[in-house]
């Protein structure tokens, strides 16, 4: 098995991604794949220091020509009509190219003879999945007829895309099937790791100090609140939690940030409270003294959840998406079956009293970490650098779309 680095004779790995703008749970894979191969060099359009984690500042990125306009760093939606042209024009370095993408880092150029590993998110949302995206019909608002305007040329560019990749990988059997149906290429599951370690430092969020040792604790351990992290997108439905909420005596703490936040502040319970821009830290600190985690969203792979349930609380979350690889029933969580305030309120109300056995929910947890993704992804790199089947099944390659 070849070594994997950047010394002679190594096999050089660079690391691919739409934009680093947001702090989100694909920023926070990036962040693993980078600890899985230090030294690498991330490629993407657009890059805001002052948008995504901090870790990226230590790390060589190469951003294109899009990244000069700050406006488009800020906001990153506004590019769109211009992201296909700037991903065909970013040429990567290296030997192996692994590419975090949810629509646009599996069509960056790469140098010939490079192979390249596709860790998909989703194929593009606003593509396949427009309405879910928007929060409803795309006819009925500027932003959703422009898409459609732009979709046949901008799903044109994507499959093509993807057929230039030696494999595929989804990181939840919903994406799988995602890829199978949007591009015919079958792709194999391997699931993300969580970014929180609860054994770090925790700083106190002064916005919650006065909901801190109140009648929401519980005996068995913090439990001030309920807990939402999640961008303030329409598909999140956290509208639905927030109205959900609205009518029950609980706590909720809703950390993200997004298009919805103005509106969303705008009409706030006052047992609800919005937060952004929170430190890792801090985030620490939230999770630690949650009662449990509301998860109302279509998620493409349950990340919340695992953050969770390394501080041992548990999850009410719809019975969607990547949710159904990272919760059990029996063991992390609770499901209810519709996006709606009166289905999360009555999960809210018949999980009062459960008894959730935090060390059960650490051990389920601990199946996702992060070394086990790094020796997946470092099997996978290095059989393809070798020129091996990354599967048993026989060499990946799309077949059709």
Known sequence: MPGIGRGPGEVRVAIAHDYLTQRGGAERVVLAMLRAFPGATIYTTLYDPA???PEFRDARIVVSPLNRVGALRRHHRAALPLLPAAASLLRT???VVVASSSGWAHGFRHPRGAKVLVYCHNPARWLYQTETYLGGPASRSPRGLALLALRPALAWWDRRAARRADQYVANSRVVRDRIRATYG???DVVPPPYGVDPTQEAAPVAALADWVGGAGESEEGPGAW??????LLPYKNVREAVAAFRELPERLVIVGSGPLEGELRA??????????GLSDAEMRW??????ALVAPSH???GLTPLEAGAFGRPTLALRAGGYLDTIDPDVNGAFFDAPSAAAIRDAVIAARGRAWDAEAIRSHTS???EPRFHAELRRRVAALAEGRAPRETGPHRPHGT
């Open 299 to 301: 998620e493409d792979f």
């Open 367 to 369: 199946a996702f970490d």
């Open 286 to 291: 939230t999770y630690a003294h949650a009662h």
């Open 226 to 231: 309920h807990l939402i992290v999640s961008r």
């Open 267 to 276: 009409d706030l319970p006052a047992n609800v409270r919005l937060l952004s």
């Open 51 to 53: 948008g995504t984690y």
């Open 185 to 187: 290429i079958e792709a």
């Open 93 to 95: 370095e290296g030997d």
